[in-house]
């Protein structure tokens, strides 16, 4: 890649973050109600990327006598961690150190 190519490259790359950055604001500045379908899609999308993830994580597990025994482990402590805290984050945070615990050291 040449030098042109390269600035021409991160100069695209930073025009369309910016892009999708400052957009929003400028379709829905502040005191205008947003449309119904938007305000709809912030409340539920949340919810369907942690579902994604979850399905995601999943996916290639096998569950049968040890085989996927620490995941549910890690899910069963992110799921109790979360309800006594109410911390997204440190429950996800812990429960990846937890898994990651338990299949290092006693599920070799």
């Known amino acids: 890649m040449t030098t042109m190519q ?41 919810y ?21 025994l620490p995941e549910l482990m890690a899910i069963v402590c992110i799921g109790i961690l979360h309800k006594w805290k109410k911390n997204t984050l440190l429950s996800i945070g812990f429960g990846t150190v937890f898994y990651m615990f338990l299949v290092q050291n006693f599920f070799v």
Do not use: N, Q
Request: glycine share 8%.
């Open 6 to 46: 390269s600035i021409l490259t991160i100069v695209a790359v930073v025009a369309g973050t910016m892009l999708t950055r400052f957009l929003p604001f400028l379709i829905f500045p502040e005191g205008k109600t947003p449309p119904f379908y938007i305000t709809w899609l912030g409340m539920v999308l949340p």
């Open 48 to 68: 369907a990327v942690i579902g994604l993830l979850v399905v995601y994580c999943l996916k290639d597990a096998v569950f049968s006598a040890y085989h996927g």
